[in-house]
């Protein structure tokens, strides 16, 4: 193997300072993404989808578990795909095993599940073996998979409710999907995004103060912002780049120069 040459620490530094220009613009240029995943028009779910849960029959309306925001990714767990019945495919078992704590994103109004053609006794049990008890995980009854990308391949839909009416906003498959599994990831694909005080969102869109809403996955519910957690945040911050604009983002890394 023909390995990059070894250097000095200063030439070191010097390289990473390179890249580092190269990185914020790809920070800036996800950012520039997500807003205009923010503005894409929605498009009216006028037909009603079935689907079996643990408490028995849902609707896609349902699966919301009251949040404003719904994602829903398209795992393959049936009979006909690799693994059955004892696993899920690889690739979206891949996907269940990178899905952080849900608790972050129902913070932010918005329900992550999954759905399969397995019926719930497999899915239960195949939860259960692999570690994904968390995760809602649905059956699908009808022609939901076909009628939203997701019948030959793997997917991820985003949805918003307003009352009773849902409206899907965006759609994720193929390569996309390795980006997803924490909460930013899939914040940023949703209508509302990160619903940060720093997102470029359309106007009215909610907003917070970046940070003030984060807390343990096992504390949220209506505690009050920790002040003394959000002293020492921005202390840090400003320690790494006094001259970062509060607009740029909450990318703690300093501005390269």
């Known amino acids: 193997m023909k390995t990059p040459p070894i250097v000095s620490r200063q030439e070191w530094d010097a390289a990473l300072e390179q890249l580092l220009v190269k990185e914020k613009e790809l920070t800036r240029a996800r950012d520039a993404l997500a807003a205009q995943r923010r503005r894409m028009p929605w498009l009216a ?24 925001q719904l994602i829903v990714y398209r795992a393959f767990f049936e009979p006909g795909v690799f693994g059955w019945p004892d696993h899920a495919c690889r690739g979206c078992s891949m996907v269940a095993d990178h899905v952080g704590h849900l608790a972050h994103l129902n913070a932010r109004d918005t329900t992550l599940a999954f759905v399969s053609r397995a019926p719930q006794p497999e899915i239960e049990r195949v939860k259960e073996r692999m570690g994904w008890t968390a995760i809602p995980w649905y059956t699908i009854t009808d022609d939901f998979d076909a009628d939203f990308g997701v019948n030959e391949w793997h997917g991820t839909n985003a949805f918003i409710r307003d009352g009773d009416s849902v409206f899907r906003t965006y759609f994720i498959n193929a390569r996309g999907d390795e980006a997803l599994g924490n909460t930013w990831s899939y914040l940023d694909m949703t209508a509302l995004g990160r619903q940060e005080q720093w997102e470029d969102s359309p106007e009215g869109y909610p907003k917070t103060p970046p940070y003030e809403w984060w807390n343990w996955h096992d504390e949220y519910g209506d505690a009050e912002p920790a002040q003394e957690w959000m002293a020492q945040t921005r202390r840090g911050l400003e320690a790494l780049n006094p001259d970062k604009d509060d607009q740029d983002g909450p990318d703690p890394r300093p501005t390269p120069r």
Not at 48 to 56: H, V
């Open 45 to 68: 779910v006028e037909k009603e989808y079935a689907f079996e849960g643990p408490a028995g029959k849902a609707s896609l309306l349902d699966l919301f578990e009251g949040r404003r």
